[in-house]
């Protein structure tokens, strides 16, 4: 669905929203709403009007007679062919006088409360969003967090009462959770790490959005993998970088010559587990890509966001261990392993950079917050944090064992042929790959009719070729709504197959 459909959709699903008016109306006034917002922006093409009954499930026509009122009010042009575009609401020369002064009064009452990037950034709003429901991709188990061990390891930072321990965080981060995570990431991640190089953020996001104000300036290109994570995505966006998508294949990013022709300032990868389709970056790539990045001066940001959930061998080493020219700014989170309202992660920069870095972190964002890192430091430290990753590691496993089954088991022989499971062995979704005339968007909104909050794969890219298929979370969900959920999500599958 498009952003400009979701947009929509979301407006009209309000039940208060003009209950008492008909669909077309309120689909007109939905519209103008959002063209007042300014989160339908001058010059953005809206979706045709099959598009678009199809994305809110209305007929055609409803959608056309509120495309021609809006027409005639001066809210949008249609040229034939060519589709129906916002018109610039601050120039508006409407149909008749009256209309003009009352589209210019609301202008001036709704002038446009967000910048330029501000209105980008809200537009899109079509991120997953976090809700606890069954097969949503990403979520974890927090029911397994260990609340009473947490609270004594609280407690005990509390009862030491250290004063600085309330002030912001300055030099990185707290010190022996900067130890501590050097240590884990040595002997887990085969990470090349002092101390010093250890900086820790609020997360992922945020480690991504200082390397990409420190590293790259506005109009620089950014190279993303296709498809790509959209929170890396939305933050490069927001800093105005040009971002170029690399195909992704069961290799990982699989550069080609046009690829090659351009010059990328930050490359954005997930080399131990592609974010979504779940391709492991063969070694071949990994060295290809350190190469290229030497070569075109340009920093590579491994975002390593679940390579502790591996349930079978060893988990597999990072490609900063590669990295012998500091190219790499490596990331890691607690999102996943602990609970992402923890908010912390950490980044492991090159050390020509972690000067720089602390300077940035400290000004741009006042890092705080020790209480919690000095907490996390002794959970790591005195040997919980492996021990409960071994633990949910083994719930995860069986767990993603048993949709596998529930899945296959139901789709027999036939569908078994022309669908495909995600055979990689880690992380918290797997990806249920369909054939390519499928509509996996629609079957995303057949699914989350029955409660569950798949997502659509083609959502995932940037530009075409899509490969279609739906993103199934299963950490979150327990065994016996796998079995029930995984038996109804098999049937929307048949449905749309078929
Ligand atoms: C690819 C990827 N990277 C990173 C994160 C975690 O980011 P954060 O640390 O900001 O919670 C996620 C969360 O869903 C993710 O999917």
Request: net charge negative; proline share 18%.
């Given at each position: 669905m498009s952003p400009a459909s979701d947009l929509l959709a979301n407006t009209l699903a309000q039940t208060d929203f003009h209950p008492g008016l008909p669909q077309q109306r309120r689909l007109y006034e939905a519209a103008k709403a959002a063209i007042h917002q300014h989160l339908l922006g001058a010059g953005n093409k809206l979706p045709s009007s099959r598009d678009l009954a199809r994305d809110l499930s209305v007929a055609r026509n409803t959608v056309i007679a509120a495309f021609e009122q809006l027409a005639a009010e001066g809210y949008v042009t249609s040229t034939l062919g060519s589709g129906t575009y916002v018109a610039d609401i601050q120039t508006l020369t409407p149909v008749g006088a009256k209309t003009t002064v009352r589209a210019a009064t609301s202008a001036t009452i709704n002038a446009?409360?967000?910048?330029k990037r501000g209105m980008q950034i809200t537009e899109f709003a079509a991120g997953p969003r976090f809700e606890i429901q069954p097969f949503v991709p990403g979520d974890a188990d927090f029911s397994s967090f260990p609340f009473k061990l947490w609270q004594r390891l609280q407690n005990r930072v509390w009862r030491e009462a250290r004063s600085e321990l309330l002030d912001y965080g300055d030099s990185g981060g707290h010190l022996p959770l900067r130890q501590a995570i050097a240590e884990y990431l040595r002997i887990s991640r085969s990470v090349k790490v002092s101390v010093e190089q250890i900086m820790i953020t609020s997360g992922t996001q945020q480690s991504l959005d200082l390397c990409a104000q420190l590293l790259a300036d506005v109009g620089d290109t950014a190279w993303v993998e296709d498809p790509c994570y959209w929170g890396a995505r939305r933050v490069f966006e927001a800093c105005d970088l040009v971002l170029h998508p690399i195909t992704v294949d069961a290799d990982g990013m699989a550069l080609e010559a046009a690829d090659l022709a351009t010059n990328p300032r930050l490359i954005y990868v997930t080399p131990s587990h592609q974010y979504p389709t779940g391709a492991v970056m063969s070694l071949a790539r990994r060295r290809e890509l350190l190469d290229v990045a030497v070569r075109k001066n340009a920093w590579i940001l491994e975002d390593?966001?679940?390579?502790?959930?591996?349930?079978?061998g060893r988990p597999l080493a990072a490609l900063q261990g590669l990295d012998t020219g500091d190219r790499v700014v490596y990331m890691g989170t607690f999102s996943k392993v602990l609970y992402p309202g923890i908010k912390v992660g950490y980044m492991v920069v090159p050390p020509a950079l972690s000067e720089s870095f602390k300077i940035a972190l400290y000004d741009l964002q006042r890092p705080g917050q020790l209480m919690v890192q000095a907490a996390l430091a002794d959970f790591i430290s005195l040997g919980h944090f492996t021990t409960h990753i071994r633990k949910i590691r083994q719930i995860y496993g069986s767990r993603r064992e048993l949709l596998r089954k529930t899945l296959v088991n139901q789709f027999g022989p036939q569908l078994s042929q022309r669908v495909t499971i995600s055979s990689e062995e880690s992380g918290l979704h797997l990806v249920v790959e369909l054939p390519e005339h499928v509509d996996d968007v629609a079957l995303e909104k057949l699914a989350a009719e029955s409660g569950m909050a798949v997502k659509a794969?083609?959502?995932?890219?940037?530009?075409?070729?899509v490969r279609r298929g739906l993103l199934v979370g299963y950490a979150y969900v327990t065994p016996d709504k796998i079995a029930y959920y995984g038996k109804l999500l098999a049937s929307v599958i048949q449905s749309g197959v078929r």
């Open positions: 446009p409360p967000l910048s390593d966001y679940d390579s502790e959930f591996r349930y079978t794969l083609s959502t995932y890219y940037l530009a075409p070729p």
